[in-house]
């Protein structure tokens, strides 16, 4: 509906910017458009015995005629002529208001488009992809209503149309910042905030302030949020948020100072300051120590639980590295879109600095956790109507916080255990993130212990620990459930980005394209740690980049690197078997898969034979990198056999919940290694096929290699965690 509303309304201005050509008589190449008009309106065109045009009236009760007023018709027998000035202005007019109409009803179809999406979904709602591109449609043709310098509203179109650049602002900010944060951490829309009309759109929220009264915490949290969000705003957007404060709050101080290193180049470089990471916790502190029961519009509890975390991840930059979420890893990298990849501060920084910021995350985290029916309330005052499911995320958010404060700065760990043995809080937690805590914390809390458990309880909940390192050289272990990133490899933000998320620049080219015509994509799922996404253009659903990879060497790809590729295919659906509702289901599907994953492993274990074992001493390139490969490629061999011994049970099998647990957890572990040996694999593939020894310098498969550094000695790493638990527990 887009596409053919942007290709009706293009056709609709070309008229109405050309009609007039009729008062110079100029000819050019929009003289079609002119004679369509003509016709349509059923004026007739002569020419007089000099030469002159003449245009005559065929219907003088048409509707448009109406608009010419009846002096300006001078009936001759049964023709009428027009006069040529009359007639322009009557068909601007006409065509003008016709377009506003139709756009009008456009812009209501596109609003009951998104609320059938909405209305579909049960309790807490995700944002989805298409909901996100309706309200930037929406945003997009309102937009064009209001500055179009060739239309002209009426001032009860203009108040509708105001409404839904509103309506649209306030949704998208709700998709973007949605109550449950993993939901958002899809390589469509990650790429969609990247877009030009993503940033008009979360800039218009600016718009919406009214600078003659006074930003209530809601807005200013709403504001923070953008900004931290986007980092792209402009110097107008600042100022119309500093006009609103009446005197020099903390909120004004800071907005004050971004909107000055705005003026010097950029925004986001105010944060590799110490004093202005404190400047955004004072400020943060005294929101959250504000009489929320008696302030209008508080700030809600889901923009609060978004400014602490990065208010965390902020004060952990100045570490050597840093551990957070992927999520808000992937909120940093929007903050830093287009950025160079440096260290936010030469130096690193000690403790002290950061003390009271170290206070009040704990203290703030802690309030929220014991007064559960205080929490519940606020929840319920913010709008949420799913009160309590949305206590238990949040609940599971304030723990995240409070592990990731731990393994940072190696505080709060007798906090997290306390918390964590306190039934009436921990009872709100996942079963799946509890476990792997509780295992390590009734044993002592050293990092040693704590930060593999941390990982493993992440990665259950679908938001893994990235562990980030401005280093060159991370010499730390690496649990197997995180994923590190050392950021000096990277140039820029989207190269980090493109990292997390293969398939973002195909993501990038869809939108392009359907932001342009309006056809619909469909809704990717791409994960760093499980792409569920195996592109098209492939039958065997090889992804879209190793085609283009292994096409620059001039040949399509070999049946080896298909083989690779059909078995993350199936371990893909082995994955989702577990969603399956009924156990007969369970196994029938488990039996269909186990004929498949038979035959690709086999398949798998003779391209080894072929290609790997053979190839022992014969990598150049960094010396590391055979042996951390050989590791993982050990380790998910080793997987791939626990996987094939689990996919043998039967209905009447008495461990069958076991049994479908461990396929679904051996599944997701080996979507961990694919990062790594997915390129690596294929590459290699590709040149032993060719009779050439391999070069991880030489080739695009070096990206996937510098992965694998990053993702050093998972197989060992697993090995050696497990001999320090046995070492905490005595």
Partial sequence: MFYF????????????????????QEANEYTSYVEFCLNYMGVLKLYNSKAEPIYLLLNPEAEWARNIGDGSFRRNGKLVPLELRHFVVAAKKYWGSELVSVTIKVLHCLDALYKLRSSVSVGISKPEYSQCRVLIHIYEVAEFLLTSKSLICHHSDKQVIWNFIRDSTLRYLSCVFPLD?????????????????????????????????????????????????????????????????????????????????????????????????????????????????KEVDYISPSCFLYLLERLLILSSSFRPHMFTTESGFVEWLMFHEGDTMVRPNSVPYPVEPFELILEFIPYAIQLLLRNRSDTVEWIGKSGVTEREQYHRLLVLKLFMLLSLLH???SVCGDLLCKLLSTKYISDYLPREFFNPLWRAFKHGNELEITVPAIAEAFRRVNDPLVIISWERDFSNPVPRDALCVEITKYRTSEDVLRFLFPDIAKARKHQGDALKDGAENSSSNVRPSSS???????????????????????????????????????????????????????????????????????EFYQALNEHIWEAKGNFSGEEALPDTFRQNLSGML?????????????????????????????????????????????????????????????????????????????????????????????
């Fill in 407 to 409: 393994i940072n700065f």
């Fill in 532 to 602: 569920n996404d195996l592109g098209e253009n492939s039958e065997m659903g090889v992804s879209s980049d190793i085609v283009e990879e292994t096409s620059s060497i001039g040949e399509s790809p070999s049946e080896n690197i298909k083989t690779v590729m059909e078995l993350w295919k199936v371990v893909d659906m082995l994955e989702s078997v577990g969603k399956v509702e009924d156990q007969p289901g369970i196994v029938s599907s488990a039996k269909a898969l186990k004929v498949d994953f038979d035959k690709c492993l086999s």
């Fill in 638 to 730: 080793d997987d791939l056999r626990q996987l094939h011994a689990a996919l043998s049970f039967s209905l009447s099998d008495r461990k069958l919940e076991d049994k479908i647990s461990a396929i679904v957890e051996i599944s997701r572990r080996l979507q961990l290694r694919r990062p790594m040996l997915e390129h690596f694999l294929c590459h290699m593939f590709q040149e032993r096929s060719n009779g050439a020894e391999v070069n991880p310098e030489d080739s695009r498969a070096s990206t996937a290699t510098r992965k694998g550094i990053e993702n050093k000695n998972q197989g060992n790493n697993k090995s050696k965690a497990k001999k320090k638990s046995k070492r905490g527990r005595k």
């Fill in 181 to 293: 944060w993993r939901s958002s951490l899809r390589a469509n829309i990650v790429s969609l905030r990247g877009s030009k009309a993503s940033s008009r759109l979360l800039r218009q929220a600016f718009e919406l302030v009214n600078p003659k009264k006074k930003l209530t915490y809601g807005q200013i949290g709403q504001l923070t949020m953008i900004i931290l969000g986007s980092g792209k705003l402009d110097s107008p957007s600042y100022l119309k948020v500093l006009e609103c404060f009446q005197e020099d709050t903390p909120w004004k101080i800071l907005f004050d100072c971004l909107h000055q290193e705005k003026g010097r180049g950029s925004s986001r470089n105010v944060f590799s300051e110490v004093s202005a990471v404190q400047k955004f916790h004072e400020a943060l502190a005294e929101t959250f120590n504000a009489n929320w029961r």
């Fill in 5 to 24: 509303w942007s290709l009706w309304r293009d056709e609709i201005i070309c008229i109405i910017d050309n009609v007039q050509c009729l008062e110079k």
